[in-house]
Structure formats: structure tokens, C-alpha cells
């Protein structure tokens, strides 16, 4: 049994959508952010020493990243399902988007959120940073087109690692500059199995408002 150590508000939470997808049974051990500094609390380093979230304990496979945890319970639960055939170039392509979520397109929001808090000193990197996250986001939203889904239009763990850059990207405003990444958040926030992770969960803030 897969036990998800999710964190609210979090990127863990395309981790159960996945799970739910995949009718996979599992437990769920859910974190509350310190409501004063947003930050994770103190009992996720008993789980893994960062003391980050999501984690999954796969009777005692400890697994972080969101990356190698959608990998792992694809190929080790997934039954062929949400993946391209490997060794296929729509298998490579789907690899690509399963690092490019973390490897390229978070980071710059990241680089914004904590370089929002130091105020005027941040100024000179900001138009840089702003810059760096149009073109991610641009790159994803002109691969996705007029697909329902990045990977031959079939719904695929990539599409579960990049939901969170959509849904970000949304609440951040840019849906008015890709409308299409808007109805992609509207196509997977649909789905029943997002619906079902939804509401074992505390309120996520990057829910799209009906």
C-alpha cells in the first residue's frame, strides 16, 4: 500500500490526482503549512530529511520528487496506462515533460516567489525573471496547441506533471495571453479523479473557479 505524505496547497497534490486516475489504492497523511511563514512543519523531516513535500512510502520504497514519484507509480502500478510504449519517440517526448516541469518551467516562478519578499532589492532580477517565465510558459502552451493532452492527445503522466505549471500560471494570469492553457486546467480539474483527490483534501488554491 502507497502511503502519500501530501502537504496542502502543494505540487503534491497532482501526486493523489494520479493515483486516483489509476484506481490505485492508497493512504493518505496529510501536512498543514505553518500558517505565519507558509512553510512546511517540522514533522515531514521525520519523513525524509528535507522535510518537503510529496513523499510516498511504497511498503518501504521512500520515494521524493514529483518527477521520479509519477515515474515510479506509473511504471511500477500504472499497468501500461498514462505512459507511451518505451523506446517510442512519443515515450521520449513524455520523458521530456516529466523533467521539464521541475527542471525548467518551476523554477522561475520559484525564483519569483522568494525574490518577492526582499521588495525594491529584487528589482533588477524581475524582468528577467518575468521574462523566463512568459517563455516556459509560451514553449508549453504553443506544444500543447489545440490537444486535450501534451502526449498524442492521450491523458499521460506529463500531463500530471505539468498540471501544477498550468494551474500557476492561471491563477497567475496568464490564461488571458493563452486561453488554451485555460481550458487545459478546465479539462483536467473535470476529470472525476481530480475531483476525487480534490475532496480528500484541504481547499487548494489553484482550483479554477467555475
Known amino acids: 500500500m502507497i502511503t502519500v505524505h501530501h502537504l496542502n496547497n502543494s505540487r503534491s ?3 493523489l490526482w494520479l493515483l486516483e486516475e489509476l484506481q490505485i489504492p492508497y493512504v493518505l ?4 503549512r505553518d500558517l505565519e511563514t507558509n512553510l512546511a512543519p517540522p514533522e515531514l523531516k521525520a ?3 528535507l522535510g518537503k513535500s510529496p513523499v510516498i512510502d511504497d511498503d518501504g520504497v521512500v520515494i521524493i520528487e514529483s518527477g521520479a514519484i509519477t515515474d515510479y507509480i506509473i511504471r511500477r502500478h500504472g499497468g501500461g496506462r498514462l505512459a507511451p510504449t518505451p523506446g517510442t519517440a512519443a515515450h521520449e517526448t513524455y ?3 516529466l523533467h ?4 525548467s518551467a518551476m523554477t522561475p516562478f520559484l525564483l519569483a ?3 518577492a519578499r ?7 532580477l524581475q524582468p528577467r525573471i518575468q521574462e523566463q517565465i512568459g517563455a516556459h510558459v509560451a514553449y508549453f502552451a504553443q506544444e500543447l496547441g489545440s490537444n486535450d493532452w501534451l502526449i498524442d492527445n492521450q491523458l499521460s503522466g506529463a500531463d500530471v ?3 501544477f505549471i498550468a494551474e500557476i500560471a492561471v491563477a497567475q494570469g496568464l490564461g488571458a495571453h493563452f486561453p488554451n492553457l485555460v481550458s487545459y486546467v478546465k479539462r483536467l480539474q473535470g476529470r472525476p479523479a481530480w475531483q476525487t483527490a480534490m475532496a480528500k483534501t484541504e481547499p487548494y488554491n489553484f482550483t479554477m473557479k467555475a
Open 161 to 163: 506533471m505539468m498540471s
Open 113 to 115: 516567489l522568494y525574490t
Open 13 to 15: 497534490q497532482r501526486v
Open 29 to 32: 497523511k496529510a501536512y498543514s
Open 100 to 103: 521539464f516541469a521541475e527542471g
Open 118 to 124: 526582499l521588495g525594491d532589492a529584487a528589482a533588477p
Open 95 to 97: 520523458l521530456q515533460w
Open 47 to 49: 519523513i525524509h530529511p
